[in-house]
């Protein structure tokens, strides 16, 4: 295997690798604010010799580590986010708080980060040897709800790249064939009157019951739209807590999916109008915000059958008796599925590829996809069963396994990415793929104007 000897230095740096990963998760921090995060991984990037440019995209937690130059130019993704509400200790069976924000790794960000970053080394030992191309590591933000992949694409944080390789933690080995759905998330805000509700009620006009009115119409319209579509929504600001004061003020913040962009928009469309509806029966107003967009994922079949390939090639990880036992001890906290209960603790095989049937999540990664040939694998760093955005996922972000496996993933993006710059026709007929359904052309589903939350430091 040509890639071998590169895949060895993954190995050789391992424990710089651990450090990486576990120091993002001992700062697990929200979604446009991972500055320290961001430095872990762009500071380790920089002592291993890649050229670091941060606050790409216009976002202060993004950046773009290169090592090389000309082409085929790679890419590698790498997020690093956490989420709310999963404060959690590592290597325990049972929920656990630790000292710190309410904020946990619920997704396996941080192992994401040292796959990648672990990928990423040796990808720069094969351009050192061959004097081939170059690798760029993009330092993405705000996956979680906050679509920081779409304004890095938007700003042309991508331009020139060949393709791009990535992974994500899972509890299943298999690479990812499945498209994701695009959606758009809009707040609609509603203005009403304040009055005394008991006193002088007929004064008043309730921007809660706009909401309400609001959340009942779009009920009705789910069995009006198609059946792959999705309407999620959060009520945010629900006017108060006094009852005997008419609500003056209620916000409530929807997330729209679709196949594709237009359909996301010809729905979104149908539910401003619904708001509207709501906003006149009640006598209020409304005032209807974009908040952050994502397009639908473009899947790559020759990309899909070099990852697939690559990570039957390399050996998977076995888990020692303390991760089995570990596994048992976490699995008996889960609700598990027939099928979850007479499967081994841990994945123990590549999967074949899916039928390509879009699913009802997703991703910022597709708007890179949009951009350029993309391929992404899903790697088994959690024992068998673990809901994704849990305190099991946190509680197994440390864990001697997750480890294992996240070395795992770094082979196997790193050998995909050798086989592809070893074999440009391989390349050629991705980006012929691409182009075929891209026509070339993209869109950014946000709007020119439109720039993320991103917090006053």
Not at 17 to 40: K, N, T
Request: glycine share 10%; charged share 20%; aromatic share 8%.
């Amino acid at each position: 295997m040509v890639y071998e000897p590169y895949l060895n230095v993954i190995e050789q740096k391992a424990e710089t690798i651990f450090g990486v990963s576990d120091g993002i998760w001992d700062h697990a921090e929200l979604p446009f604010r991972e500055y320290q995060s961001m430095e872990i991984l762009a500071g380790a990037l920089e002592k291993e010799g890649f050229a670091v440019e941060r606050g790409v995209g216009k976002l202060p937690t993004a950046f773009k580590a290169t090592y090389g130059s000309g082409k085929p130019a790679m890419g590698i993704l790498a997020e690093y986010d956490a989420l709310s509400g999963l404060n959690q200790a590592a290597d325990t069976a049972e929920p656990l708080r630790i000292a710190g924000p309410d904020v946990g790794h619920g997704c396996g960000h941080n192992l994401f980060a040292g796959g990648s970053f672990a990928a990423a080394l040796a990808v720069k030992a094969y351009i050192e040897t061959t004097g081939k191309g170059s690798v760029t590591l993009f330092g993405c933000p705000a996956e979680e709800g906050g679509s920081g992949k779409v304004f890095m694409v938007r700003e042309g944080v991508f331009d020139g790249i060949d393709a791009v390789v990535s992974w994500h933690p899972e509890k299943m080995y298999m690479v990812r064939t499945r498209p994701a759905l695009a959606n758009t998330k809009v707040s609609y805000a509603f203005t009403g009157v304040a009055a005394h509700a008991g006193g002088s009620p007929h004064k008043g006009r309730s921007a809660l019951d706009a909401v309400e009115l609001m959340n009942v119409g779009c009920n009705y319209l789910r069995e009006h739209m198609e059946t792959t579509s999705r309407i999620h929504y959060a009520i945010t600001d629900s006017g108060g807590t006094a009852p005997n004061v008419v609500q003056a003020h209620a916000e409530v913040l929807y997330m729209i999916r679709a196949n594709n962009p237009k359909e996301v928009r010809e729905l979104k469309e149908r539910v401003d109008r619904v708001a509207q509806g709501a906003a006149m029966m009640t006598d209020t107003t409304v005032k209807i915000t974009v908040q952050a967009s994502c397009s639908n994922l473009i899947t790559i079949p020759t990309l899909q059958q070099t990852a697939y390939e690559i990570m039957q090639e390399i050996p998977l990880p076995v888990p020692t008796e303390k991760d089995l036992s570990y596994g048992r001890a976490l699995q008996a906290t889960m609700s598990l599925s027939p099928e979850e209960q007479a499967a081994p603790v841990y994945a123990d095989r590549v999967l074949p590829p899916a039928p390509p049937k879009a699913h009802g999540g997703s991703t910022d990664t597709s708007d890179v996809s949009w951009q350029c040939p993309t391929v992404q694998m899903h790697i088994g760093n959690w024992c068998i069963g673990t809901p994704g955005h849990s305190w099991q996922a946190v509680a197994q972000g440390k864990s001697h396994y997750a480890h294992a496996s996240m070395l795992y993933a770094g082979k196997a993006v790193a050998g995909s990415i050798i086989r592809l710059m070893e074999e440009p026709e391989r390349l050629k007929q991705a980006k012929e793929e691409h182009f075929a359904q891209t026509g070339g052309e993209y869109v950014s589903p946000i709007p020119a104007d439109l720039m993320p939350p991103l917090p006053k430091r």
